[in-house]
Each structure stands twice: as C-alpha cells, then as structure tokens.
C-alpha cells in the first residue's frame, strides 16, 4: 500500500512539473497580430466588416456552431435595415409553440428572435460531429484569451501535421490549437463566398471578417463604452482642474 501512495505521488508530482513546460511550449507559438478598426481607445467596429463576417458566419459557421445570444433585431447595428432585418430573419425556421393544440411548431422568424441552434441538443450535435461539440460562439471572442485574434489564428492555423507528431484518427494539426490537434476540419477556402461588395475572399480575409463580427457579437456595446469612457475622462478632467482652482483661490485667500 505504502508502495502504492509513493507511485501515486510521483505520478501527481512529474505532472505538477511537466504541465507549466507544456504551457510553456504552447505559449511559444504568438498569435500573428491583425490591426482590428475597434483597437484602441478610439477604435470602432467597421460595419462593413461586420456584414461580411456575418455573410461567412450564415454561409460557413451556422451549419454547426449556434450563436443563440444574439438576436435578429441586433443586427440593425451593424447598418441594416429594419426591412432588411425582417427578411433576414424570415429565413430561418424557428420553433415555437406550443399551440392550442399543444404542440411545437416552426415558423419564419421574425426581428425578436434569437439565431437558431443548428441542432436540438448537445447529443445530436456530437452524433452530427463525430462526438465533438461544437461550441456556442455567442461569447467566443472573449472566452478565449487572444479574443478575435487567437479566432482569426486558429481559422489561418491548419497546417500538415509534422513528421513526429502522432495524429489522432479524425483530428487535423492546428498550429495556434491548444494541443495542436482539432476535430474541426479546416472550414474556410478560398473563394468560398461571394462577398456583395467585391471584397476577395481568401481565408485570411474571412478569417479576420467573421472574427470581428464574433467580436461585435460578445461585445456590441464596445463603441458605446469607449464614449461612455471618454465623457468619464473629460469630466474628471475638467473637475480636477476646478478643484486645483478653487484649492489656489482658498489658500491665496488664507495667506
């Protein structure tokens, strides 16, 4: 038994030892920095981008990822209509219900709606994926440390796998993929869209396009923070400089 514990304990401490090197190693590899428009202080979503990140999201993304946080009526900021909003959500198949018979129906959705899931459950999502789940990309840009970046990275980081890497069955090497290895196929090509407005789609530029409109989607209040940021400065610019004045007035007076 004693025999055991001491196995036990050198198991947990060469782990203890081994998982910071292997952080470390992954750490090595730097996200390829992108100029994102909404960067800085004074950046600002360019909704131009957004609406070719939602083109990609719809066209690419939708089929196995879920984005149910976000609702129709939302993309009214990124320069829509509410015409164009409406017909948009008409597109899609919403549940609803129950009926005055008690049951579940679909119908075209409307501004309120939320986007639906792709699938009815997580069970249906892993039996459609062979046993992986695609996550919810509602918050993804800013559940992932990187945020939009490390997003763009993983879309641009499929790469052959190298000769002494031993590759799960299924899974396919990504250069920025905790671990390096993904069930997701590479899902972006060149020339996989049609942008309206004549962009090339190459996959870099999907890449960067949907990674700003998930960004927008995890955080669409950004611009509204950063002038809500701005006013806050001003003003405690402003008081500081009353404040000195009226210190100066008091002590000129007392002197």
């Not at 404040?243 to 002197?255: C, E, G, I, P, S």
């Amino acid at each position: 038994m004693m025999l055991g514990l001491v196995r036990s304990a050198a198991v947990a401490l060469a782990v203890l030892v081994a998982a910071p090197a292997a952080m470390a190693a992954q750490s090595e590899i730097s996200l390829p920095e992108v100029d994102w428009s909404f960067d800085g202080f004074f950046g600002t979503y360019d909704k131009a981008q957004l609406q070719r990140g939602l083109q990609v999201f719809r066209e690419v993304c939708s089929a196995c990822h879920a984005l149910d946080l976000v609702a129709f009526r939302n993309l009214s900021a990124l320069g829509y209509s509410e015409a164009q909003v409406k017909a948009l959500a008409a597109e899609y198949q919403v549940t609803d219900g129950p009926n005055d018979a008690g049951d579940m129906f679909q119908r075209p959705g409307i501004p309120a709606d939320h986007f639906p899931a792709p699938f009815a459950n997580e069970k249906a999502a892993r039996a459609a994926n062979g046993g992986a789940y695609p996550p919810n990309l509602s918050l993804i840009a800013k559940a992932r440390e990187g945020g939009p970046t490390y997003v763009h990275a993983l879309l641009n980081g499929y790469r052959d796998a190298p000769a002494d890497v031993q590759m799960t069955e299924g899974m396919y090497y990504n250069l920025y993929f905790p671990g390096h290895q993904i069930a997701m196929a590479p899902p972006l090509s060149d020339g996989q869209v049609t942008y309206a407005d004549g962009t090339r789609a190459s996959v870099d530029q999907m890449g960067k396009d949907v990674s700003a409109f998930l960004m927008w989607a995890a955080e669409p209040h950004l611009e509204q923070r950063k002038q809500m940021g701005m006013k806050v400065l001003l003003f405690l610019l402003v008081f500081t400089g009353l404040m000195y004045a009226a210190k100066r007035r008091v002590w000129r007076d007392l002197h």
